[in-house]
């Protein structure tokens, strides 16, 4: 089986249109199973973010998802196991890395993020 990678970096616009485009590929790959397993960061999970997608994603397409929340090292081993169909986390070089490797068909960037120190001088 290979996987997915839906990379976490900022196109907020865009993710949910990414996240199923990459799930849809991962159905496909599953052989049309009804449940996606989504192998992701535990920052993504603790953002809320899922909270928000993946119940709209299941209503639109009848496809539920099951995360897996690791940290990167591990979302990309589960997925190299075959564990996961498709993964989504915040390391270009590894992600780059697994779909060279052969494990994954793509890699597709879905948002950035940036990090603001706001205060006095």
Known sequence: MRTIIATALKRTGRASVRLAAAAALAFAATGGAA???LA???TLN???LLDALLPA???ETG???KPL???TGQTLRMAERGDADLVWSHSPSDEERFVAAGYGTG???VMTNAFLLAGPR
């Open 35 to 37: 449940e996606l397993r």
């Open 40 to 42: 992701t960061t535990s």
């Open 46 to 48: 603790d953002s809320g």
């Open 57 to 59: 994603f299941t209503r």
């Open 63 to 65: 496809l539920r998802v």
């Open 69 to 71: 929340v690791a940290g």
């Open 107 to 109: 890699r597709s960037v």
